[in-house]
């Protein structure tokens, strides 16, 4: 009841200040061509999130001011409008509808969660605001209506980049997944594994499953390691991720773990130790990747903020607000329909994070990057996987074009254009090499750095 | 074969930490009639604070030592039991003499101040938890079943602390009072027991080993967080139920059969479907035996 009655009041208000602008505003709306387009920014600048807001906050200043050094597009300036939501879905909802209706922002950039995107999303829907989510990777987001875009990869690409990372890097075809059943991301990515480690002629030796929050994973642990897998994979969320390492090396299961972005935390290690080093998972960016994009974004960011290195949410950020203007540029005029297009037309924008084209659920079609836990938790940069179909920068090739991927099945990249260094694809980075060879060679006796724990 | 065994062993020693927090329900049970739920959250706090002590005193919670580790126990076994005893007297003290419901209204009350107080102060974030010099996967191998030091050292603790226990109880001039209040503290008090330090010393027992509990489960699965008690705590007044609430025997033997079923049940089942067989093996047990497993009518109670 009293839920009911805040969320009619936080609609009141709305409407209220929608009609207060709608008056004020109006004169400012028809305005002349060299007014300033107005981008609105929601994130969590504030709260247990903060991190989050305040990254991708970084990155979409520093694209924005690139593209205002350069001449702005059409020769208008950006300016972009930050709200902070707090890290709550219902501000992230609020904070849309104030910069849609009472700023008449032209396009909206956010939100970093699923969850509070999926809050925002439907706002700008209505009112036809195109609305890009640099790191939403939930497949419900875009889903909402066809004025959402993403400007990441979705949850189940990563089970098909882990597939194909250890079928064809590590050169495994016998693997064990264990999955959280009470986490839909986890549930995912495992199920598109499952599949895509099959389809390439490997075999699931053994599925078993946790609920988050769960400390004892021994029983599982141990029916894995009975069906002899030679890499166990588990898209968890890292405190998980982590007691589950040092209980697999407990019951004598010494195999490299696999999994996904969830694992990107330094809460990681810290509960993991040891026992993850020599571990692999899938992200969205690298500060190591060698990739000169990539290295060039690192120098600007770390110019612009003091020397701060950009994590993977500011990276995306950058993407997103770059992948924005540059539909902008390209559209016929600055009205959300035709921003709308040429987001939808977007074919391989040169995103730090990677080509970056639309499919038509308007989700990114980009490459991943694999880490590797190294000693002392460092993460190496392992080697980059693209889309399925999905060249390097080879602009001819449509992404997720048909059922018959050309020639790349079995090669992560089969042809590396000029501009991009061939080493994170084709050889993996030194570290990354030996564990590989490591996995692959002592599959038999299942272990990497065997010898360490058992037997004493 | 050897699968079975492991799974044993793990069983055997995930039991022998409920049986050691179910001591602390009997007891209390035993002597007051009541259900101490806060007892959950004791032992979250002797982990919390083993945490705290040992990233203290051994700088790196990566270099723990045998002697440190033996202070960090005892320390969070004093405040423990400081708070042991502060809960019982400004708790549940005051409301001895009223209806068992209001008691047992403000140890619920008790258990969600611990809980979310520790959020407030710890924060709700995990940490990773290492007093002990240690690794669980430091182990070794008995007939292809790995045991590790740590699976050792928590069945091990245990059995000490409940040999302990019984000869404080059966032996020893504070437990012939306990054993008295339990009886029947009107008449206990009449034969000059002094009822309010008996039942000080109750809690103040139950916690110590709640402490050490917490310490040893920190130990083996190495995360602490302000909400850690609840389950456990749980499992283990499940455990104090299953085998007689009010009786010391049962409530380890209680543990032990949870911590079994548990590991079972997660290997040849499922392990979404552990903790509803654990509880259904429960509600079958005080069908055909409402006391629980060794709680006869006549039993001694404490």
Same mark, same amino acid.
């Given at each position: 009841m009293r839920r009911m009655s805040a969320k009619f009041l936080i609609c009141l208000l709305a409407v209220a200040l929608g009609c207060k602008k709608e008056q004020e505003g109006g004169g400012n709306v028809s305005g002349t061509d060299t007014a300033v387009i107005k981008v609105g920014e929601v994130g969590s600048m504030t709260g247990t999130e903060a991190t989050f807001g305040i990254s991708s906050h970084n990155g979409i200043q520093l694209a924005t001011d690139e593209v205002n050094a350069a001449g702005g597009i059409k020769g208008r300036k950006i300016q972009v409008l930050a709200l902070d939501d707090q890290g709550k879905p219902e501000e992230a909802a609020t904070a849309a509808t104030r910069l849609i209706s009472s700023e008449h922002v032209t396009a909206l950039l956010g939100e970093v969660a699923s969850t509070r995107s999926l809050f925002m999303a439907p706002k700008a829907q209505a009112a036809k605001t195109p609305m890009v989510s640099p790191s939403s990777t939930n497949e419900k987001v875009t889903a909402v209506g066809d004025y959402i875009f993403r400007a990441c990869f979705i949850d189940p690409f990563q089970g098909y980049v882990m597939a194909k990372f250890a079928t064809d890097? @590590?050169? @495994?075809n016998k693997a064990a997944i264990l999955r959280d059943v009470r986490n839909d991301y986890s549930v995912g990515l495992a199920k598109v594994f499952n599949d895509n480690f099959t389809k390439m002629g490997g075999q699931i030796v053994e599925n078993q499953s946790y609920s988050s929050g769960d400390v004892d994973f021994k029983a599982q642990l141990t029916n894995i390691k009975a069906a002899k897998p030679q890499a166990l994979y588990v898209p968890g969320y890292y405190t998980d991720v982590g007691l589950v390492a040092r209980q697999a090396r407990e019951v004598g299961l010494t195999v490299p773990m696999l999994g996904g972005d969830g694992w990107d935390s330094e809460k990681l290690y810290e509960i993991g130790g040891a026992a993850l080093e020599g571990s692999f998972f899938s992200n969205h960016y690298s500060v190591d990747d060698p990739s000169p994009r990539i290295q060039e974004f690192v120098a600007k960011f770390k110019k612009a903020y003091g020397g701060q290195v950009p994590d993977s949410l500011a990276a995306q950020a950058y993407d997103a607000a770059g992948m924005l203007y540059d539909a902008m540029k390209r559209a016929k005029d600055i009205t959300g329909p035709s921003i709308r297009e040429a987001l939808a037309q977007t074919k391989d924008y040169k995103g730090v994070t990677g080509d970056i084209t639309m499919d038509d659920k308007r989700n990114a079609s980009k490459p991943a990057v694999v880490l590797r836990v190294g000693k002392g938790g460092k993460y190496e940069f392992s080697g980059r996987i693209l889309p399925e179909g999905m060249k390097e920068t080879n602009p001819a090739e449509t992404p997720r074009a048909g059922p018959e991927p050309k020639k790349t099945e079995g090669n992560t990249a089969p042809n590396p254009a000029p501009g991009m260094t061939p080493t994170p694809t084709q050889a993996p980075a030194p570290g990354a090499t030996t564990s590989a060879q490591n996995a692959a060679n002592t599959g038999q006796r299942q272990g990497v750095p065997a010898g360490e724990h058992s037997k004493k | 074969m050897v699968d079975l065994l492991q799974h044993l062993v793990h069983g055997v020693s995930l039991g022998a930490i409920y049986a050691l927090i179910a001591l602390g329900y009997t007891m209390v049970y035993g002597v007051l009639q009541l259900i101490n739920f806060a007892h959950g959250d004791v032992f979250m706090l002797g982990a919390m604070m083993g945490w705290y002590a040992s990233s203290r005193w051994t700088q790196e919670a990566a270099h723990p030592s045998w002697a440190g580790a033996v202070a960090v126990t005892l320390l969070c076994m004093a405040i423990c039991g400081t708070t042991g005893f502060l809960i019982e007297r400004f708790g549940y003290r005051p409301l001895?003499?009223?209806?068992?419901l209001n008691s047992l209204i403000t140890a619920i009350g008790f258990s969600f101040l611990l809980e979310y107080g520790g959020q407030f102060v710890f924060g709700p974030n995990p940490r990773a938890f290492g007093a002990l010099p240690v690794d669980p996967g430091d182990q070794f191998r008995v007939l292809g079943v790995s045991i590790s030091y740590i699976d050792l050292i928590c069945v091990g603790v245990s059995v000490g602390l409940m040999v302990l226990l019984n000869r404080i109880i059966y032996h020893s001039r504070i437990g012939t009072a306990m054993r008295a209040v339990s009886w029947n503290p009107p008449v206990a008090a009449l034969m000059g027991v002094n009822v309010d330090k008996v039942i000080s010393f109750t809690f103040v027992l139950g916690s110590v080993l709640a402490a050490v509990a917490g310490i040893l489960y920190a130990s083996a699965y190495r995360k602490v967080e302000p909400l850690m008690g609840l389950m456990p705590g749980l499992k283990a007044f499940v455990s104090a139920v299953l085998g007689g609430i009010g009786n010391v025997h049962g409530a380890m033997l209680g543990g032990l059969i949870l911590g079994l079923a548990e590991q079972l049940v997660s290997s040849y089942v499922s392990s979404q479907w552990k903790d509803a067989i654990a509880f259904a093996i429960l509600i079958l047990i005080l069908l055909v035996k409402p006391s629980g497993l060794l709680g006869k009518g006549s039993a001694e109670k404490v």
């Open positions: 890097t @590590l050169k @495994l | 001895r003499g009223s209806p068992k």
